[in-house]
Nanobody, 112 residues
């Protein structure tokens, strides 16, 4: 069955960095686009970044220039490198396969 397992979240100070990982299994990873979403308390879930099968990327305006999505197909893993983190980046971050399966999420908290 399809499984997406996120890791790498935690508490970081403003201006710091984190790298999230999403380990995928149960499907042909290289054949699917992948995305990262986030949901802050009291807010709707929002798209953060996407990466296509061919490696093309797109970002939300709020993270462009600070976050980088990447994938290593041989490792069935998609990453989200997050730099210059700010308190408004605090959220649960979710990995998603195309437009269907979701991971369980990993908490990112940016606070001094």
């Amino acid at each position: 069955q399809v499984q997406l397992v996120e890791s790498g979240g935690g508490l970081v100070q403003p201006g710091g960095s984190l790298r999230l990982s999403c380990a995928a299994s149960g499907f042909a990873f290289g054949s699917y686009g992948m995305s990262w979403y986030r949901q802050a308390p009291g807010k709707d879930r929002e798209l953060v970044a996407t990466i296509s099968v061919g490696g093309g990327t797109n970002y939300a305006r709020s993270v462009k220039g600070r976050f980088t999505i990447s994938r290593i197909n041989a490792q069935n893993t998609v990453y989200l490198q997050m730099n210059s983190l700010q308190p408004e980046d605090t959220a649960v971050y979710y990995c998603r396969r195309s437009l269907d399966y979701w991971g369980q999420g990993t908490q990112v908290t940016v606070s001094s």
